[in-house]
């Protein structure tokens, strides 16, 4: 289990090494975490993340995004990341650039699970040093070993200030 509390595949994560743009991110990334069979239909979810950034955008900040959807076509939680050392404009809060991006594609009436997660997700990638070790990885495998891995989290690490 990931420390975002639903096991995240290293299918599911995705390393930018080239410039894309946003929309392009998450359309790779609604790829990925379709190709895991809790996507009934590819195309609802696509337009559904799409939906919810037209809402507003979902890049909070401190180089990070964190797109969600609740969902019919999706029957069990599934978690996408994709990672940018170059980072994406993505029109964040700050209106930085993102280099983290965290995909959660929620079963529609998952309600109380779907809040449980996202708030799991935020607690770990409040820290800076996380946030700065997942964005270093270069493959999955290190990205996937670094979010089953850090289920404790360093208290000194996540007591740093926002960079």
Same mark, same amino acid.
């Given at each position: 289990m990931s420390v975002f509390g639903a096991d995240v595949s290293e299918t599911c994560v995705l390393i930018? $090494? @080239?410039?894309?743009?946003?929309?392009?991110?998450?359309d790779d990334l609604v790829a990925a975490v379709?190709?895991? %069979?809790?996507?009934?239909?590819? @195309?609802?979810?696509r337009t559904a993340v799409r939906a #919810?950034? $037209? &809402?507003?955008s979902t890049g909070i900040g401190n180089g990070?995004? +964190?797109p969600h959807v #609740? +969902?019919?076509?999706?029957? @069990?939680?599934?978690? %996408?990341? %994709?990672?940018s050392r170059r980072g994406i404009e993505y029109h964040a809060a700050d209106? &930085?650039?993102?280099?983290l991006l965290v995909l959660f594609a929620m079963p529609g009436g998952s309600?109380?699970?779907?809040l449980r997660l996202l708030a799991q997700a935020m607690l770990a990638l409040k820290s800076p040093g996380f946030r700065r070790r997942l964005v270093a990885c270069s493959t999955p495998e290190q990205a996937v070993a670094i979010l089953n891995g850090a289920n404790e989290l360093d208290a000194a690490d996540a007591a740093k200030p926002e960079d």
């Open positions: 930018f $090494d @080239e410039e894309i743009t946003k929309d392009a991110a998450l379709s190709r895991t %069979g809790a996507v009934t239909d590819r @195309e609802a979810l #919810r950034e $037209d &809402m507003s990070l995004a +964190i #609740r +969902i019919d076509a999706v029957s @069990e939680p599934v978690v %996408g990341v %994709g990672i209106d &930085m650039a993102v280099h309600g109380k699970l779907y």
